[in-house]
């Protein structure tokens, strides 16, 4: 029988849809409250609602699924309003596909690497209230624990601008990027969150076991597109940075530590059509991590997709650098910019250079539509390793 709602007919099935996402036992009540709030109405009548699912192309670690959830709902002034909502579920790393790929006892020695809970605290929190001026979280409405290893994110729907991320774009980001860094109000949010993927777990744990041991074999470097990308001079100076990994840890280590995103490639900044802010998504590896430590992927995130082509590096690592430093300054920090430079060209050659050679071709081979992919990243390991030279101390 259908259910009625305010005069308005709302269907049990759509209700019933949303029954894996955490409304708990009064689903409409609770969506009813999410509505209104996210409406800025003391209170409404949800009138219809509908459930999709969000793609996503890329392999998640610890996200299970999106959605988006919408419909139309009717306020106190009797005024029919669309709301929308982006629904994250997230989970522990040992529930992913990807982690059934991997062997024991590796599985488990990498699951610190992979942490989860990270986003259901921070959207549980008031961080927003404390970001940098010019950036921004979309609110959380609802953050539901699911059972003990997963929970649902209900966040507000922010329509994405599309935009070029051009010279300007990204100083712009790399300058943010160093305020939140620096800044002493949103430091507390970030010095209680456990350690995840840190520069010396992804060495010890996943490089010297996954990548390092591979790195010495000739059959290694014959690998299909391998070959044909990365000459003898780069394999030498990928062998020689995995050799030295060990030191360039500790000397990471050795560095200052700062707030840090984690992941701050183009594509968890976001430009919506609400305003100018960046709008920080995916916290998974939110936390303290070495000074600089940003600026690696939003200065390789694109070129990695296929966005940008890696010869833009040279400029593109000064010209954010030069950002990022001012970002810093102008929130107190004085850490010299030689070491801030020396930091994340440290931390893109552990996490980037001496693992260039994409893991999933080693079983599924390269094919002709993946050499530009390896190309790439040949391209992005030379640059990174020059950089390595010129920022070491005589």
């Given at each position: 029988?259908p259910?009625?709602?305010g005069?308005?007919?709302?269907?049990p099935?759509?209700?019933d849809d949303l029954?894996?996402?955490?409304l708990?036992?009064?689903?409409?009540?609770?969506l009813?409250?999410?509505?209104?709030?996210?409406?800025g109405?003391?209170?409404?009548?949800?009138?219809t609602?509908?459930?999709?699912?969000?793609?996503?192309?890329?392999?998640?670690?610890?996200t299970?699924?999106?959605?988006?959830?919408?419909g139309?709902?009717?306020?106190?002034?009797?005024r029919?309003?669309e709301?929308?909502f982006?629904?994250?579920?997230v989970?522990a790393?040992?529930?992913?596909?990807?982690a059934?790929?991997?062997?024991?006892?590796?599985?488990s020695?990498?699951a610190?690497?992979?942490p989860?809970?990270?986003?259901?605290?921070?959207?549980?929190?008031?961080?927003?209230a404390?970001?940098?001026?010019?950036?921004?979280?979309?609110p959380a409405?609802?953050v539901?624990?699911l059972?003990?290893?997963?929970?649902a994110l209900w966040?507000?729907?922010?329509?994405?601008?599309?935009?070029?991320r051009?010279?300007?774009h990204?100083?712009?980001?790399?300058?943010?990027?160093g305020?939140?860094a620096?800044s002493?109000?949103?430091?507390?949010?970030?010095?209680?969150?456990p350690?995840?993927r840190?520069?010396?777990?992804?060495?010890?744990?996943?490089l010297a076991?996954?990548?390092v041991?591979d790195?010495?074999?000739?059959?290694?470097?014959?690998?299909p597109?391998?070959?044909?990308t990365?000459?003898?001079?780069l394999r030498r100076?990928?062998?020689?940075?995995?050799?030295?990994?060990?030191a360039?840890?500790?000397?990471l280590?050795s560095l200052?530590?700062?707030?840090?995103h984690?992941?701050?490639?183009?594509?968890?900044?976001?430009?919506?059509?609400?305003?100018d802010?960046?709008?920080?998504?995916?916290?998974?590896?939110?936390?303290?991590?070495?000074?600089?430590?940003d600026?690696?992927?939003?200065?390789?995130?694109e070129?990695?997709?296929g966005r940008r082509?890696?010869?833009?590096?040279p400029?593109l690592?000064r010209?954010?650098?030069?950002?990022?430093?001012r970002?810093?300054?102008?929130?107190?920090?004085?850490?010299?910019a030689?070491?801030?430079r020396?930091a994340?060209?440290?931390?893109m050659?552990?996490f980037?250079?001496?693992p260039?050679?994409?893991y999933?071709?080693?079983d599924?081979?390269a094919?002709p539509?993946?050499q530009?992919?390896?190309a790439t990243?040949?391209?992005?390991a030379r640059?990174?390793?020059?950089?390595?030279d010129?920022?070491?101390?005589?």
């Open positions: 029988m259910r009625t709602v005069g308005a007919t709302l269907d099935a759509a209700l029954d894996d996402l955490g708990g036992p009064e689903p409409l009540s609770r009813g409250s999410m509505v209104a709030a996210q409406l109405r003391p209170r409404v009548r949800v009138c609602v509908h459930r999709r699912d969000h793609p996503y192309d890329r392999p998640a670690l610890t299970r699924s999106r959605h988006l959830v919408g139309t709902a009717v306020d106190e002034l009797g029919t309003r709301y929308a982006f629904v994250k579920v989970q790393w040992r529930r992913s596909p990807l059934a790929e991997v062997p024991e006892p590796l599985r020695q990498l610190p690497l992979m989860w809970r990270t986003e259901i605290d921070l959207y549980r929190s008031d961080l927003a404390h970001l940098p001026t010019g950036l921004g979280l979309a409405r609802h539901a624990e059972d003990a290893e997963s929970a966040l507000d729907h922010l329509p994405v601008r599309p935009v070029r051009d010279l300007a990204h100083r712009r980001a790399a300058y943010l990027l305020r939140l620096a002493p109000s949103v430091a507390p949010y970030a010095v209680d969150v350690p995840g840190t520069p010396r777990r992804f060495a010890e744990h996943w076991v996954k990548v041991p790195l010495g074999t000739e059959v290694y470097w014959r690998q597109g391998v070959a044909e990365f000459d003898a001079p100076r990928i062998v020689a940075a995995a050799d030295a990994l060990p360039l840890v500790d000397e280590e200052p530590v700062t707030t840090a984690g992941d701050a490639c183009t594509d968890n900044l976001l430009l919506t059509t609400r305003d802010d960046l709008i920080m998504i995916d916290f998974g590896f939110w936390g303290r991590a070495p000074v600089g430590f600026l690696g992927q939003l200065l390789l995130g070129m990695q997709l082509p890696a010869h833009e590096f400029e690592e010209e954010c650098l030069a950002a990022y430093v970002g810093l300054r102008d929130e107190g920090s004085t850490v010299p030689d070491r801030v020396r994340h060209a440290l931390a050659t552990i980037h250079a001496v260039a050679v994409p999933e071709i080693r599924a081979g094919g539509e993946l530009p992919l390896l990243r040949a391209a992005i640059y990174v390793l020059d950089l390595l010129a920022t070491a101390r005589p």
